[in-house]
């Protein structure tokens, strides 16, 4: 069926890097993204990797894709307060269908 | 700012009533994705329409309805409301780079 799962929570001190994480289940899909909601706003798309490919850096953002085990994560390096948001990942089915985790809230400590 | 526009940004209202959300995608894109975000369900996709079409349908209930007009603005319409039916609506476009969704602000909905 379809599940993209992430887990709920991570705290990080200002400055570290953090790492959250989503496991998916389609294994046909093509492409798969990270988004960004802050309290009261939209998802605001922060990137994504082709299914073809392993790593994308972007700045302080670095996308691992592992498609043997369906796993992908998002490292932000020297996370700031004002990464502090909710996490979305999210996969494409097909051509128009978008599946979206239960996203991860993000709390960086000062 | 993504470029996309919804409004209301709230609208409250009671059960048994009917509301229509509206939308406006970025200049050029054809493609828009209505989403539901309720706290218990997460962002469940709805509806997606391209240049007019519907083009594929998630889990959207009966009674709701949308559509996409020539000037490319989408509607969704939701009667009969329920206390379940409060939740965030977002709309989303994307063009011709189809692997790209842009989200509006949203538009919060409270049925008491």
């Known amino acids: 069926g379809e599940d993209v799962e992430q887990s709920l929570f991570l705290s990080v001190r200002e400055g570290d890097s953090s790492v959250i994480n989503c496991t998916y289940t389609d294994s046909s899909s093509t492409y798969l993204y990270w988004y960004k909601q802050e309290p009261g706003a939209g998802l605001q798309l922060l990137t994504y990797i082709f299914s073809n490919m392993d790593m994308k850096q972007d700045q302080r953002l670095t996308v691992l894709l592992n498609k043997k085990d369906k796993h992908l994560s998002l490292r932000i390096a020297d996370t700031q307060t004002g990464d502090s948001a909710i996490y979305f990942c999210?996969?494409?089915?097909?051509?128009?269908?978008?599946?979206f985790g239960t996203g991860t809230r993000l709390k960086v400590l000062a | 700012d993504s470029g996309v526009t919804q409004t209301p940004k709230h609208l409250i209202t009671a059960t048994g009533q009917r509301v229509t959300l509206r939308c406006s995608p970025r200049s050029g894109d054809l493609s828009v994705y209505w989403y539901q975000q309720s706290l218990d369900q997460g962002l469940q996709f709805l509806i997606h329409?391209?240049?007019?079409?519907?083009?594929a349908k998630g889990n959207i209930l009966e009674r709701f309805s949308a559509q996409q007009f020539p000037d490319l603005h989408s509607e969704l319409n939701l009667s009969s409301l329920e206390l379940g039916d409060s939740a965030l609506y977002f709309c989303?476009?994307?063009?011709?780079?189809?692997?790209?969704?842009?989200f509006g602000p949203g538009t919060r909905l409270t049925v008491t």
């Open positions: 999210a996969e494409k089915e097909g051509t128009y269908k978008y599946i």
């Open positions: 329409y391209y240049n007019g079409e519907e083009r």
């Open positions: 989303a476009s994307s063009g011709t780079a189809d692997y790209e969704q842009y």
